[in-house]
């Protein structure tokens, strides 16, 4: 009885073994498989990351804005002349209510219509409170556009007039389709280039005066570079006013030029008016819209594809 009773148990266990065993085979297959499955649809979700990493690749210019007051009486003869030999195009600063030839303006009519033809392009400027005023920003820019002089899309505001005219002025120039305005930096050491908390659609962009010298340029230059965001260069005086003294030092503006001729040709940066980069954020936001796109369709496939894989292993 109890050797039966032994052999019995022997052919018991020996069975449960062998189902523990096949049980075991079982598991670790569909372990093997569940690995699979998963290392696959980890390289399908890789392809996915480097494909939205293309979006990366996409990045704004660093753009530089080159103004000049129209009551700058080195425009025509020196600034103007040596600009065209680097073929960059500026910005003419027109005092708000005055137009070339008239006031301060230096700068005559004709000199006026020679820039435009040339490709540069109008903003308006000057002592906020001048500006109000007399008038309606909505006058100057109207005076300005009947004159044929174009349409401006930027507004110069002189030092100290910023925060407190803001709020009169924004709702204006917004209405206007004015894009840019160009305040000067509290701390002329710190770059400020903004879209502004007042109105999100208007980008607040630095203007720093060349006057200020190349020891203080140039680090804001590198700020704008890595920031990516655009910074205008003026030729307003050391005080940040229209009103340029006798005494003001006067720029290099050969050593300026030619040290953004080096950063635009290294890739660092675009010398441009405000229309041109108005034109260029529109090619920058459709070339994100496009990679977007091609991204979403990429990414649904890819989708399909894990479906598949998931399938597959079911």
């Known amino acids: 009885m109890v050797l039966v009773a032994l052999v019995l148990g022997f052919f018991l266990f020996r069975e449960y073994l062998q189902q523990n065993q096949a049980e075991q085979q079982v598991v670790s297959q569909m372990q093997e498989q569940s690995q ?34 129209g009551n700058d009486s080195q425009l025509m003869s020196t600034i103007y002349p040596l600009m065209n030999q680097y073929g960059y195009r500026g910005t003419l600063i027109l005092k708000a209510g005055q137009l070339p030839g008239e006031g301060e303006q230096a700068v005559t009519a004709e000199e006026a219509n020679t820039l435009l033809a040339s490709g540069w392009d109008i903003a308006l400027g000057g002592p906020a409170g001048e500006v109000l005023g007399a008038g309606t920003i909505g006058d100057a820019h109207a005076k300005v556009e009947g004159a044929g002089y174009g349409t401006s899309q930027a507004f110069f505001f002189d030092k100290g007039d910023y925060s407190d005219a803001k709020g009169q002025i924004y709702p204006q120039i917004e ?12 701390r002329e050491g710190s770059f400020t280039t ?29 700020q704008a570079v890595a920031k990516r965001m655009p910074l205008a260069l003026s030729d307003y005086s050391t005080d940040g006013t229209w009103q340029m003294k006798a ?5 290099d503006y050969g050593a300026l030029f030619e040290l953004l001729n080096q950063m635009q ?13 108005t034109k260029h954020m529109a090619e920058y936001e459709n070339q994100v819209a496009q990679k977007q796109a091609e ?11 894990i479906d598949a894989i998931k399938e597959k292993y079911q």
């Open 295 to 305: 991204i979403q369709q990429f990414t649904a496939e890819k989708q399909k594809e």
């Open 175 to 186: 209405e206007l389709g004015y894009r840019y305005t160009c305040p000067i930096a509290t």
């Open 194 to 222: 903004r879209y502004s908390p007042l109105q999100g659609d208007i980008l607040e962009c630095q203007n720093l005066s060349i006057r200020q010298g190349q020891e203080t340029v140039e680090p804001i230059l590198d």
């Open 36 to 69: 699979q499955m998963n290392a696959e649809i980890r390289a399908v979700q890789q392809e996915i990351t480097d494909k939205e990493k293309e979006l990366e690749d996409i990045q704004k210019t660093p753009y530089i804005f080159l103004c000049f007051s």
């Open 265 to 277: 040709g290294q890739g660092s940066l675009v010398v441009g008016t405000f229309q041109d980069y």
């Open 247 to 251: 005494e003001d030092p006067q720029p």
